[in-house]
C-alpha cells in the first residue's frame, strides 16, 4: 500500500475537517422513485436549507435541487460501507 505524502495527509485533513465543518447539512432522504424504495445521501446547499425541509414535510422533491448528492442507491437504506463513509467524513 502507497504511504501517503505529508501534502496528501494534509490534503486529507483539511478535506475532513471542511466536510465535519458540514455535517448539519447532510441529510438521509428515503423515497420511491419509479416504484421502488430509494435513499439518497445529500449535502444540502446552506442558502436552500430552509425550503429542503419545508418541501421535505411536504412530500415529493428532487434532492439534486437542494444540494448535491452525495450518495444513493435502491432500497430502503443505504449500504454498512456507505454509513461508515458518511461518518468518517461528516459527521466526526
Known amino acids: 500500500m502507497p504511504k501517503a505524502s505529508h501534502n496528501q495527509h494534509n490534503q486529507k485533513s483539511f478535506s475532513r475537517h471542511v ?23 445529500v449535502l444540502v446547499d446552506k442558502t436552500r436549507l430552509q425550503l429542503f425541509l419545508g418541501k421535505l414535510k411536504s412530500g415529493a422533491l428532487d434532492v439534486a435541487q437542494y444540494g448535491s448528492i452525495l450518495y444513493s442507491g435502491w432500497g430502503k437504506k ?10 468518517e467524513n461528516f459527521k466526526h
Open 19 to 41: 466536510a465535519s465543518g458540514r455535517k448539519s447539512l447532510v441529510y438521509f432522504v428515503q423515497g420511491i422513485y419509479n416504484g421502488k424504495d430509494a435513499w439518497h445521501y
Open 78 to 87: 443505504a449500504p454498512q460501507y456507505i454509513l461508515e463513509e458518511i461518518e
